[in-house]
């Protein structure tokens, strides 16, 4: 039964993929976009009824489906662990996948490659699915390729402007450079411990009294790269903002709620291997925190609305790996189903934005949308304040549990976080004020055309407004179901004791003076002086540095992009023509040869009687000779 639902889960959104495939062009946009969603939906029913039955499961549920690989003692089956972290992370993929592809019937239905889009997104939950129900590394590894695969389809999903083909590609390479990473990591697990599947790893490592410590902490440290490209982390987090070249459905569905996740969910999954290696913590802490705040800092000044959400992604994500670092697996965890809530409110409200100014993203060209659009302003508004950490909202929660750890463990991480949250608070209503407030600054068509989107697009906004705001009720400071549900998975949650005391309330308050001094300050800046930001050529100073990102592409393009090129046209121009040059050279002699030889096969019979005759007395004066 287990089996059967469980192939369910995985090959619901994959038949989805090959109907649209096939037949998507002949069904119609509407049907191709009605299938694709139904089949993330059917993902999201088989999900809740692992879910429901989990507790009667408390260790899992492992399905075996095939032997995969076997060499000597190393054995590999292909297979599903379908247990509190892998079924946790599919309500949200499924859940939240399935609104999004809601939301997209009607903010892709006048692309005329509409069932293409439907078959790239149910591919990319298919994949998303395998890598966090893969009962090992390799299954894993499958998903973690699969999902990159997408995101390169679908950034360059427009693929008429190049562009946004650069933006696939840059997608596509930099997660490679961390995949590396990954599969080194895996290889050296494989070869210290004779396997790479989860629970049988944890029963290993666990156990072994003389593992290798230098190598399992490279081991650990590999991983992570892994983690760094797919949760855009430095220093490979560049291509993440650059992904937002394609429609906004992908950018709510892989950029903000899912994919993004896999690096924070590969450590979590392997919690039990990165506690021994405190020193790999520390760099991951480290690295988290510094992600934040520089991507905080950039976010300040950028004007594309979906810009600004991306670089809040990359920050966001820096808290998370900020509590991974520190050891806190389950408040990470928490800020990763929360972040999906109001980010994925937030991307797929800018669309909504988007739609209605038919492609406009800058915020310089928006304002006064606040009447025109209610539902619009209102979710964004509840997902905003969720995200600049305003209590009651689910962003309060868990980002105040990174805060209050960070402080525990790392004063000075302590004041990055918080810096960086402050940042968040102002960008974030610095959007909202540039979108929704003020006298509109577009042009009077688009003025004139002005108005709410269908409800296929409000339906999925309200629905993640809700979520934004009631979220953080599943983890409460004192009673919290959440760490309850992750105690199997992270055993050293029994024995935690989480209260509050005057310390944790005085560090609660000062995150929320500084989330609202972030906010008052954009309101001064935007509402009380109503300050537009200037143009691209007019920006000076510091904030030019940050409108341009630091120059840390320039940078990579002069370090890396660049000398790679020459060498390549080194080799192009030089290297291959001169072995061209001797390949050829030696065809010419070989030519030449073989022109000459061909000439005694002329049709002389006289010649042929004359070489004949010759032969034979070169073989008799032998024979006489040798006597």
């Known amino acids: 039964m287990n089996t059967n639902i469980a192939l369910v889960l995985v090959l619901a959104p994959f038949l989805g993929f090959l109907i649209n495939v096939f037949f998507g062009k002949s069904l119609g946009k509407s049907l191709s976009g009605i299938i694709g969603t139904v089949s993330v939906v059917v993902s999201f029913i088989a999900t809740a009824y692992f879910f429901s039955g989990i507790a009667a499961q408390p260790e899992g549920i492992r399905i075996a489906l095939f032997d995969w690989i076997q ?32 939301y997209s019937i009607s903010y892709m239905h006048d692309d005329e490659n509409m069932h293409k889009f439907f078959a790239y997104l149910n591919l990319f939950i298919f994949f998303m699915i395998t890598l966090v129900i893969g009962s090992n590394l390799l299954v894993m590894f499958i998903g973690w390729e699969g999902v990159g695969l997408c995101s390169y389809l679908l950034i360059g999903f427009w693929h008429k402007n190049q562009e946004f083909n650069d933006a696939a590609k840059k997608a596509f390479i930099m997660n490679r450079i961390g995949d590396l990473g ?72 892989i950029h903000a709620a899912t994919m ?69 697996y389950e408040v990470a ?65 868990s980002k105040d549990e990174i805060l209050l750890v960070a402080f525990h463990h790392n004063i000075p991480l302590w004041v990055v976080a918080s810096v960086a949250s402050i940042m968040t608070a102002f960008y974030m209503f610095r959007l909202m004020f540039l979108t929704f407030f003020q006298e509109f600054r577009g042009t009077a068509e688009q003025k004139h055309h002005l108005h709410e989107s269908p409800s296929l697009i409000t339906i999925p906004l309200i629905v993640l407004a809700i979520l934004a705001t009631i979220g953080g009720l599943i983890s409460l400071p004192g009673n919290s179901w959440l760490n309850g549900y992750l105690t199997p998975i992270l055993p050293k949650l029994a024995t935690a004791e989480h209260h ?40 000076t100073g510091f904030s030019k540095v940050l409108y341009n990102k630091y120059y840390v592409d320039e940078f990579y393009d002069a370090i890396f992009v660049k000398p790679i090129n020459f060498l390549s046209r080194f080799f192009r121009d030089t290297i291959e023509t001169g072995l061209s040059a001797l390949v050829f050279g030696f065809a010419k002699v070989t030519n030449e040869i073989s022109y000459q030889g061909k000439k005694i096969q002329n049709g002389s019979i006289g010649l042929y009687l004359f070489v004949f005759v010759l032969g034979l007395c070169a073989i008799v004066s032998y024979l006489f000779l040798a006597q």
């Open 500 to 539: 509050l005391g005057t310390t944790e309330y005085i560090l609660m308050a000062i995150a929320v003076v500084g989330g609202l001094v972030g906010i008052g300050i954009a309101y001064a800046k935007y509402i009380k002086q109503n300050t537009v930001p200037t143009e691209d050529a007019e920006i």
């Open 333 to 397: 965890v928490f800020h990763v189903i929360t972040h999906a809530f109001f980010k994925a409110c937030l991307f797929l409200g800018s669309g909504s934005v988007i739609h209605a100014l038919h492609g406009e993203q800058d915020m310089r060209k928006m304002g006064g949308l606040k009447k025109a659009m209610p539902i619009t302003f209102i979710t964004m508004l509840i997902a905003s304040l969720a995200i600049s950490g305003v209590p009651l909202f689910s962003g309060f929660f």
């Open 260 to 328: 993004v996740t896999a690096g924070i969910f590969m450590i979590t999954r392997l919690n039990f291997l990165f506690d021994l290696v405190p020193s790999v913590q520390s760099i991951i802490a480290i690295v988290g925190a510094v992600t934040a705040l520089v991507a905080a800092t950039i976010g300040l000044v950028q004007n594309d609305i979906k810009k600004v959400l991306a670089y809040s992604t990359v920050s966001q994500l820096g808290l998370m790996f900020l509590a991974l670092g520190l050891g806190a």
């Open 71 to 102: 060499i000597s003692n190393f054995k590999v089956d292909f297979g599903f662990q379908l247990d509190q972290l892998s079924i946790l992370w599919l309500l949200f993929v499924t859940g939240i996948g399935s609104l999004i592809h809601l």
């Open 182 to 253: 990954l599969l080194i990591g895996i290889f050296i697990l494989g070869s210290l411990f004779s396997t790479v599947d989860f629970t049988t790893l944890k029963t290993v490592i666990t156990t072994a009294p003389d593992y290798n410590d230098f190598w399992v902490a490279v081991a650990a440290l590999a991983l992570f790269i892994g983690a760094c490209g797919k949760s855009a982390q430095i220093p490979l987090y560049t291509w993440l903002p650059d992904a937002m070249a394609g429609p906004t459905p992908v950018s709510a569905l």
